[in-house]
């Protein structure tokens, strides 16, 4: 079943909504899945914060478009279900923080951090991620 389509005037009674938009970034933001590509992050820069450590290089022209993102915890983290939740936690942070503070063609990794990855209040996760990104793209 489709959705209904908006009225041609504009106005959508209560029974008459429009569809629903997606909101999508305007930056295409991909997921790093191969150990070559961790690998060569590792090797770039990096920048620890209290809640995560942030591994980032920029890529050479015609490798990849857009951004891309990976995530890794180390079992220091704690069994799978607190690597899990951390990791959920930082891909919530990357969407929210990459599309407006992250580069075209860059690479990145988060990796969480035992105890405190879980247990950072939100918002002061996603400064940590900021300040990070300032970093690792030569700002103070």
């Known amino acids: 079943m489709s959705p209904p389509e908006a009225p041609m005037d504009g106005n959508a009674a209560q029974g008459n909504r429009?569809?629903?938009v997606s909101v999508c970034a305007p930056i295409p933001i991909a997921t790093l899945r191969k150990r070559a590509d961790f690998l060569r992050a590792a090797r770039a820069q990096r920048q620890g914060t209290a809640?995560?450590?942030l591994q980032?290089?920029?890529?050479s022209p015609g490798e990849a478009e857009g951004?891309?993102?990976g995530f890794t915890c180390?079992?220091?983290?704690?069994?799978?279900?607190?690597r899990n939740r951390a990791k959920r936690r930082l891909r919530e942070a990357a969407r929210l923080v990459l599309p407006a503070d992250g580069r075209?063609?860059?690479?990145?990794?988060l990796i969480?951090?035992?105890?405190?990855?879980?247990?950072?209040?939100?918002?002061?996760?996603l400064d940590d991620l900021r300040y990070a990104?300032?970093?690792?793209?030569g700002g103070k």
């Open 112 to 125: 969480g951090r035992a105890k405190a990855t879980a247990a950072r209040p939100f918002d002061l996760l």
């Open 56 to 59: 980032g290089r920029e890529r």
């Open 51 to 53: 809640s995560m450590m």
């Open 67 to 69: 951004i891309r993102v």
């Open 18 to 20: 429009p569809p629903a």
């Open 133 to 137: 990104l300032r970093r690792v793209h």
């Open 74 to 82: 180390s079992k220091k983290v704690g069994n799978a279900v607190a």
């Open 104 to 109: 075209c063609s860059w690479d990145y990794v």
